[in-house]
């Protein structure tokens, strides 16, 4: 079955085709204005790219009613629009994916595949907040854990290229990009992850704050008069490395540090401490590690980034060498001879994990 696949983000548009084989056939990247998807833009990729037999839609978030993927319907376009303010930078544009896709390809089935599927079956210890039943029962108030495609694709890559099955394995896999977070996968299944409720929880990330005291939060309603409006705004769009740095690239921050920029050293230190601790804790939930993985833009082009995490990880037996994270892109090992845990980096491909999940909501029965 051949897939396409349309990953719609806040600022950008990424189209494949993916074929039975998981072989990418073509791809396409568009830049996006706050998740406005361009009909003719996707028009322009379907030209490209033929014998499309289903559409997969990366959907960030499927709240309390979807813990798995499914075939898109009206119901459903309807529930996900209910939601939008769970993921309110990229439910929107995944909308509009959808949206663009049933005009140009009205005959085609489609399935929203949903980034919460992949840790929808972590134990009751790691998606519960210690919050009053009815907020949890009534609301569907829990840990859900996003950027479920990267995760699942590269803990089974990391597999291949150790040739070793996912079954033994325990692997901290860090998606770092725009968004940021981790999980503990083992024996191939998420058990642990950063990101919570929604994607803010969590890592430091390019515009979003990671976590912050709730208490914080509350104080400043009270005494500073700040709305939820006010709140969403500066936490999803103006927190994170945009906060502490003016800028959201970690590339312009690393130029910064070396020209001698205190505000981008203070963000990138602020960057690495949460981004230390949270592996060390993925590692905990799994009682030990057997692989460290980095993905996403900046897990795969940051090697400053790669090596500050690992220096304060040596503890855990990660060690990467200098001369390797410096030279060596995806798809490789990183890791310092002698390493007790190697380090990988590993070029994420949600694509081929989201063509998976459609071939298999397509082919299995129902219920």
Excluded at 20 to 44: H, K, N, P, T, Y
Excluded at 245 to 268: C, P, Q, S, V, W
Aim: proline share 5%; net charge negative; glycine share 8%.
């Amino acid at each position: 079955m051949r897939v396409l696949v349309l990953n719609a983000g806040s600022s950008s548009l990424k189209v494949s085709l993916v074929d039975a084989d998981d072989r990418v056939l073509a791809d396409r990247e568009f830049e996006v204005a706050e998740g406005r998807i361009d009909d003719a833009q996707v028009a322009s990729a379907l030209r490209e790219m033929e014998g499309i037999e289903a559409v997969g839609h990366r959907v960030v978030h499927g709240g309390p009613r979807y813990s798995q993927s499914v075939r898109i319907d009206p119901d459903v376009i309807r529930y996900l629009v209910t939601i939008t303010d769970l993921a309110p930078l990229h439910l929107p544009a995944a909308l509009a994916g959808i949206a663009a896709a049933r005009e140009l390809l009205p005959r085609t089935p489609g399935v929203a595949c949903l980034d919460t599927a992949f840790h929808s079956r972590m134990p009751a210890a790691a998606t519960t907040y210690a919050i009053p039943d009815e907020w949890r029962i009534r609301h569907g108030i829990r840990r859900y854990g996003f950027h479920g495609f990267s995760h699942a694709y590269v803990a089974r890559r990391a597999a291949e290229m150790l040739r070793r099955s996912p079954h033994e394995l325990r692997a901290v896999t860090c998606h770092l990009g725009s968004g940021a977070s981790l999980a503990a996968v083992r024996g191939g299944r998420s058990v642990d992850t950063t990101m919570g409720f929604t994607p803010l929880e969590g890592l430091v990330m390019a515009t979003r704050s990671g976590t912050v005291d709730p208490g914080a939060l509350l104080y400043l309603q009270r005494h500073a008069g700040l709305s939820e409006a006010d709140l969403t705004e500066a936490l999803d769009r103006n927190g994170g490395l945009m906060a502490l740095a003016g800028t959201a690239d970690m590339r312009e921050i690393l130029k910064r540090i070396a020209d001698g920029d205190d505000a981008a050293e203070l963000a990138f230190d602020v960057y690495i401490h949460r981004l230390r601790a949270l592996i060390a804790a993925m590692a905990a939930s799994m009682n030990g590690l057997d692989v460290l993985v980095f993905t996403g833009g900046v897990g795969e082009n940051a090697a400053p980034v790669r090596a500050a995490a690992a220096a304060g990880l040596r503890f855990l037996g990660v060690e990467i060498g200098p001369t390797l994270n410096a030279s060596l892109g995806p798809d490789n090992d990183i890791s310092a001879p002698g390493a007790n845990v190697p380090t990988l980096v590993i070029k994420s491909r949600e694509d081929v994990e989201v063509a998976r999940e459609v071939r298999k909501v397509l082919t299995t029965p129902p219920a």
